[in-house]
Structures are given as C-alpha cells and as structure tokens.
C-alpha cells in the first residue's frame, strides 16, 4: 500500500539524471505522490528501466534522452514535453557530474564540464522550462546542490564552485519568479549513500560518520521525500532556500 504524504495529483514533473542514485529515487516518490514524472538521461536505456519500474507500481512516469549540456536538445525535450502534457509544474535539476583533481593538476576541460553539465544546463532547463510556468502563473523549481557548494572540499574546486553557483543562481531566480507564483528552492545533500560513493572503504565510511551528529550515512529516500515537500503546496511559503540534508554535519 503507498501512503501518500503530499498530493502531487495531476503535477507534471521533470527530472534531469533520473537513472540511479538521487534522482531514481526522486522520480519514485514524486509518483508515489501522484505526479506524472518524466525521467531524464543521457542514456535512454537506463532511465527507461526506472520508469519501467515506476509503472509496473502502478504509477505515472515517461522517460526521455536529453543531452542537458546542449540548449539545442534541452529546448526540443521542453516542447515536447509540452506538445504532449500541456505544462511541466515541477522542474528537478538533479543531474551533475565530478572531475575531480587538485587545483593546480586540474585541467581546462575538467573545470569546463564540471561547470556546463553541474550549472550552465541548469541555467538552460530553467530559462526554457519556467515559460509554462510563468504562463500558468506557478511553479516548483528544485535545484539539487551539496553541502560541498556551502564548505568547499580539497580536490573538487570545479564541483564546489557548480554547486555553490547554483545556491546563488537559485536565490536569484527566487526573487525574479516570485510574483510569477514560482518558487525556487536548493536541497545540499550531505554524504549520500549512492553508487557514487559505494567504493568508499569501511574505514573512510566510519570516519565519515563520525563527522555526522546523526551517526548515519543518509539515504537516497531522505532527498526524494525533501524533494516532495518542496514540490507540495505544503511548502508555498517557502522559496530561495537552501535545506541542507546532511544529518547535521554541516550547521
């Protein structure tokens, strides 16, 4: 039996690197919630599994490839969607990617798309996608971010730089949108349990933990559910604000 926490009913809602990790997770329980998800990825193959999946639960999802990065392929994704739905209410820009190095070994290219995929394509699916928005006066825009954009991390200055652009970028298009009805809103996940970081060493995980005033590594359901709040009309009042899920490691 799904329990449905926040009533997304007859939402149309876009996720960028909906895949694995985060953003499967997300499109998941945006379903669960009653939204119609369109899951997002370069690859059509691995998001058409997690729609699949969605479905076969007896909930509402599409998949669609998408190169982020190009504006080209993200204002084609953008009209389809609305030729075929009519609108998109929630926009979830989860995908990015790392290329991590130290400063002074890090290359031009590493710190250019670090930068186009983490927050140009950012840039990109909002500009195109808060049109319907703006048309229908109201809107969710959902920018996942890290608590790296908020501390810095040795070795991951492109990454740290795309993640805190898009603290900024978010609180800006938050006042832009306002009087549209859009809110705009950041979540910076702590350490998240994700195939990104199941190479970590039992050693490097317990040091980790002891970071965390929880004592845990988070899991990918605790973003998702943040995600849908965010979404809900629960959270109307809120907008240009970064919550940070992170089990209090970072305050």
Request: overall charge neutral; aromatic content about 4%.
């Amino acid at each position: 039996m799904n329990l449905i926490m926040f009533d997304l009913t007859g939402k149309i809602a876009l996720i960028t690197g909906a895949s694995r990790g985060i953003g499967k997770s997300i499109s998941m329980i945006l379903a669960q919630n009653g939204a119609h998800v369109i899951c997002i990825s370069r690859n059509i193959n691995d998001v058409q599994s997690v729609v699949d999946d969605i479905i076969n639960k007896k909930f509402n999802a599409s998949a669609a490839s998408c190169d982020i990065s190009s504006t080209d392929n993200v204002t084609s994704l953008v009209k389809n969607i609305i030729d075929e739905h009519g609108k998109i209410d929630i926009l979830v820009n989860n995908a990015g990617i790392t290329r991590d190095n130290l400063l002074m070994r890090m290359s031009e290219d590493d710190w250019d798309k670090v930068l186009n995929v983490n927050l140009k394509a950012v840039f990109t699916s909002i500009k195109v996608a808060s049109r319907s928005m703006i048309k229908q006066r109201s809107g969710r825009i959902i920018n996942i971010s890290s608590v790296v954009g908020l501390t810095g991390n040795s070795g991951q200055v492109n990454y740290a730089a795309s993640k805190a652009g898009l603290i900024g970028m978010t609180k800006s298009i938050a006042k832009e949108f306002a009087s549209r009805g859009i809110t705009a809103n950041c979540i910076a996940p702590g350490y998240i349990e994700t195939e990104m970081t199941s190479n970590l060493t039992d050693d490097v995980k317990s040091s980790i933990k002891e970071q965390i005033p929880l004592g845990r590594i988070g899991c990918v359901e605790d973003i998702a559910h943040a995600v849908a709040y965010l979404a809900s009309d629960e959270a109307s009042y809120i907008t240009g604000q970064t919550l940070t899920v992170d089990g209090g490691m970072v305050m």
